[in-house]
T-cell receptor
């Protein structure tokens, strides 16, 4: 069964601190993995998209990693800001079925 | 990046009425669009896949006669919630696929539907 699991479910950190979100996926056939940021009441916005051949990709203070062997991905946020408070969703794309498989998301709260 | 516009952003309707939500890809052609539903603090749940010029494919448990999907052009898909009930109140989000190559999914802003 295709599925994406994220941890932790929720996280609270202080402004300026770093954090890492985890994503494990079981998707076949696997094409690529994406991280999205979703603010409350808004649609998801893409942060990174990674194919199985890419190990690391950065987008500003966001750095995503992908280990295709262990089927794990992480999203590292550096020097967090209050505006980083949102849900972060890991999504695997199964090209064979043209489907996006969503994780449940990690709700991040950055406190001053 | 590419823009997907969803309209309206919020709507309140009476029970028994129908509501139409539009999803437009503004700067690219999308042969495939997806409609999702999201309850508070939960993940997006795929409702249906909309392919331009053909019938939508609905996920198991989604009533196709209640959630009418039309994808009449490469830039527009619509979701009509027919005979809405309070339990249909939710956040509805569309996404449009841009390909070929590494297919990229762009999401609309979402529509908050409240049925009273």
């Amino acid at each position: 069964k295709n599925q994406v699991e994220q941890s932790p479910q929720s996280l609270i950190i202080l402004e300026g601190k770093n954090c890492t979100l985890q994503c494990n996926y079981t998707v076949s056939p696997f094409s690529n993995l994406r991280w999205y940021k979703q603010d409350t009441g808004r649609g998801p916005v893409s942060l990174t998209i990674m194919t199985f051949s890419e190990n690391t990709k950065s987008n500003g203070r966001y750095t995503a990693t992908l280990d295709a062997d262990t089927k794990q991905s992480s999203l590292h946020i550096t020097a967090s800001q209050l505006s980083d408070s949102a849900s972060y969703i890991c999504v695997a794309f199964s090209g064979g079925y043209n489907k996006l498989i969503f994780g449940a998301g990690t709700r991040l709260a950055v406190h001053p | 990046g590419a823009v997907v516009s969803q309209h309206p952003s919020w709507v309140i309707c009476k029970s028994g009425t129908s509501v139409k939500i539009e999803c437009r890809s503004l700067d690219f052609q999308a042969t495939t669009m997806f409609w999702y539903r999201q309850f508070p603090k939960q993940s997006l749940m795929l409702m249906a896949t909309s392919n331009e010029g053909s019938k939508a494919t609905y996920e198991q448990g989604v009533e196709k006669d209640k959630f009418l999907i039309n994808h009449a052009s490469l830039t527009l898909s619509t979701l009509t919630v027919t005979s809405a009930h309070p339990e249909d109140s939710s956040f509805y989000i569309c996404s449009a696929f841009r390909g070929p190559g590494i297919a990229e999914a762009f999401f609309g802003q979402g529509t908050r539907l409240t049925v009273v």
